[in-house]
């Protein structure tokens, strides 16, 4: 045998010897194995308790009733027991008819309200309504109409008598609360289209095409608080404390 078949036959490992590494590399992975199921066993045993278990505690529902927002409502503490507290109403209807006049488009709250012996009471009263434009122009006379105008401002258009002779007058103007009343106050008055009948005419007449218009029907108390033109109307708004809708 010459020297490199020697070193050869020394670098390999036996036969034998292969089997013996494999074997135990195997068993050291099993022992691994077994190691890691053991330790997932206790832990597994050590967060956890048989399903029958006396002292087991009950995981809380995140939708607990408790956890839910109170949406019960408080009463006034006056309360008498002849009474019946409605809590908060509203209202809405496309026309309602007050005294005789009706009210378009009505839309209206109550805030605290009770029923007792003394009627239907509100803390607090929130009413928005449209008065039509004909309610309004029959406080002028037969014939007057009412419109919209530019710049949020109303138009009248009727006719006077002056002089035996009939006369036709347009007039343009502001609409605001005055003493809780609707008022119209002329800006522009035009007579027949004659400046020089205007001009002889107007400051007189302003008074005759001025408004101021009570809004009837309302109960006690509720108070107009603003209002602005609209294509149909006037659109009010009116508001009220302590009030009595129904007695």
Do not use: C, K, Y
């Not at 709250?109 to 009627?119: A, I, R």
């Not at 408004?211 to 603003?226: M, N």
């Amino acid at each position: 045998m010459n020297p490199e078949q020697a070193s050869d036959s020394q670098a390999r490992p036996a036969p034998g010897q292969s089997r013996r590494r494999l074997l135990n590399g195997a068993i050291g992975a099993l022992v691994m194995l077994g190691v890691v199921a053991l330790a997932l066993l206790l832990l597994w045993l050590s967060i956890t308790r048989p399903v029958d278990s006396d002292d087991a505690t009950p995981i809380a529902s995140s939708a607990s009733p408790s956890a839910a927002p109170s949406t019960e409502a408080t009463p006034p503490p006056n309360l008498a027991e002849d009474e019946v507290w409605l809590g908060d109403i509203s209202l809405s209807a496309s026309s309602v008819i007050a005294a005789g006049t009706p009210l378009l488009d009505v839309v209206g709250t109550g805030t605290d309200v009770t029923s007792g012996p003394d009627g239907l009471m509100a803390d607090h009263v929130d009413l928005t309504a449209t008065v039509p434009f004909d309610v309004v122009a029959a406080e002028i006379g037969p014939g007057a109409t009412l419109s919209a105008a530019d710049g949020g401002e109303v138009r009248v258009d009727t006719r006077v008598e002056a002089f035996g002779r009939s006369l036709p007058v347009g007039a343009t103007g502001t609409v605001t609360v005055a003493d809780g009343n609707l008022l119209m106050v002329p800006t522009a008055i035009d007579i027949g289209g004659s400046r020089f009948v205007t001009d002889l005419l107007g400051e007189g007449l302003q008074e005759l095409v001025m408004i101021e218009h009570r809004i009837e029907g309302l109960p006690d108390g509720v108070v107009l608080r603003s209002v602005q033109v609209v294509d149909d109307g006037f659109r009010a708004n009116l508001t009220g404390d302590d009030i009595r809708l129904v007695e």
